[in-house]
């Protein structure tokens, strides 16, 4: 049987939490408890820390100076990735107040020497109560299996297990955004909203299936999950979705946060943007869409103040790239669809733009190309570079550059060199090539782009009439 001389403070922290780290090991762990008096009592002490924490939380005291005071003065024995914007003269001083209250407490005060740090760690100990005097959360971010919240110092406020390779999740697709601040009630203080979206490789849980609200504290203000059973036309969908992005903000400058949310299915199709109440995280309007939204981003489109909400992606059904543009009042209805695939006792979308990308010419190499916006640029003078990609191997890529003025008309197509010599492996034909080089082609790439009125897809940059007629039905504030 595996043998250990002693089990390091990281591999207990592990043990305690439960974590998947340390699943195969935990009977040999267990049984190295019962025979080692110091890996026990060191165990003994992570297993309190845990404990207090979890009561420190359920009493909602944390904000008082006793408490923040106590909880500053037991720290994680966890040594976690930092990524926090200090220095790394900071960071060391940071960690010396740990370093001698865990020797005090695991070696009896016998010494000069351990008088000597017993009057050190008694200065040290007045620290946290200044660190403490900002207890706001200004960011927040995964570090190992934790969610951990700082103060805009940098300074760690409090954290929250949430499980294996959790900090993997950094390396997010596009720029989903799956952790948030956000002061929902006005009272000066940020609370900090995050999605436990699923991991590629592991099982959809309803852990990995919610959307959280955490109170400045740190405790749970709310939790949201998303089911609903939905069908566009006869393919009917199950109620598998997960949080894939957030955005908080006051998009329409009323001083009211507002907090919309991407849903997707486990299989990508259909996807959903939501609409939720920051004060407890109740579902205020729902928008379908038949396909996924890679790329969400909130800009000024027009300079009313109101910043749109614009929406990346694919649409299955139409099998072409999308982009979509929202008021962020108006979030609401359900996407176009071919006729027979209408989403079931939903009213049409009230989009203020939907566009249509067309194909391009690798539609004639390959009925499986598959296209979508995957990325957004913001114009300093207005307007947006829509980037279209169509995949044409694990890691090649054809990339199509569709430029928007501020009224969301295309006034340029491009593309790059990078993108000619993946073709030119693809597909070496000259006659291609000389096409895909023509301005005459890219000419033809700006002129397919179409725009969706409510009825049709045309030609001229149109708004939804749906929208229009919103507008004019119910003055939006």
């Known amino acids: ?85 200090i220095s790394q003269v900071e960071r060391i001083e940071r960690k010396l107040p740990v370093r001698v209250a865990l020797f005090l407490v695991r070696h009896p005060l016998a010494s000069t020497v351990s008088l000597v740090a017993a009057f050190v760690l008694g200065a040290l100990l007045l620290v946290p109560k200044e660190i403490a005097k900002d207890i706001n959360p200004a960011y927040a971010r995964p570090s190992g299996e934790f969610l951990v919240a700082y103060n805009k110092g940098g300074v760690e406020l409090w954290k929250v297990h949430v499980g294996p390779r959790y900090d993997s999740l ?15 009630d006005g009272d000066g203080k940020n609370e900090v909203i995050c999605a436990f979206r699923q991991i590629f490789g592991e099982p959809l849980t309803n852990r990995k299936k919610q959307l959280a609200c955490y109170n400045p504290d740190g405790t749970v203000r709310w939790i949201r999950r998303f089911q609903k059973k939905i069908a566009f036309g006869d393919d009917v969908f199950d109620d598998e979705y997960h949080f894939t992005s957030i955005l908080a903000g006051d998009f329409d400058r009323n001083e009211t946060p507002d907090l919309i949310t991407h849903v997707e299915s486990a299989l990508h199709h259909p996807s959903a943007l939501v609409r939720l109440n920051p004060l407890d995280g109740s579902v205020i309007s729902e928008y379908w869409h038949p396909g996924y939204l890679k790329y969400l981003v909130q800009v000024d489109l027009d300079g009313d103040g109101i910043e749109e909400i614009l929406a990346a992606g694919l649409n299955y059904l139409l099998k072409s790239a999308v982009l979509a543009v929202f008021d962020p009042r108006l979030i609401e209805g359900t996407g176009p669809t071919p006729a027979g695939k209408a989403l079931a006792g939903v009213k049409p979308g009230s989009e203020k733009f939907y ?69 030119k492996r693809f597909q070496p034909e000259a006659k291609f090539l000389r096409r895909l080089q023509s301005t005459e082609y890219f000419r033809e790439l700006q002129t397919g782009v179409r725009y969706w009125n409510g009825d049709n897809f045309v030609a001229e940059p149109t708004m939804n009439k749906r929208y229009l007629e919103a507008i004019k039905r119910r003055p939006l504030p």
């Open 170 to 184: 950094v390396f997010l697709e596009a720029n989903k955004k799956l952790i948030d601040i956000l002061d929902v």
């Open 355 to 423: 566009i249509l990308f067309p194909p391009t010419l690798l539609r004639d190499v390959s009925e499986y190309i598959e296209s979508h916006i995957g990325e957004m640029h913001l114009k300093q003078k207005g307007g947006i570079d829509a980037v279209l990609l169509e995949n044409m191997g694990p890691s090649e890529m054809f990339i199509v550059i569709f430029q928007f003025d501020s009224s969301m008309k295309c006034v340029n197509v491009t593309t790059f060199d990078e993108t000619k010599k993946v073709v």
């Open 1 to 85: 049987m595996e043998s250990l001389k002693h089990i390091d403070e990281q591999t207990l922290e592990f043990f305690v939490l439960e974590s998947d780290q340390v699943t195969e090991r935990r009977s040999v762990i267990e049984l190295h408890l019962k025979e080692c008096k110091g890996c026990a009592t060191l165990y003994q002490e992570i297993e309190e820390y845990y404990a207090e924490v979890k009561q420190i939380q359920e009493e909602r005291i944390r904000t008082s100076e006793h408490s923040l005071a106590r909880r500053d003065r037991i720290i994680p024995f966890h040594t976690f990735i930092d990524r926090s914007p």
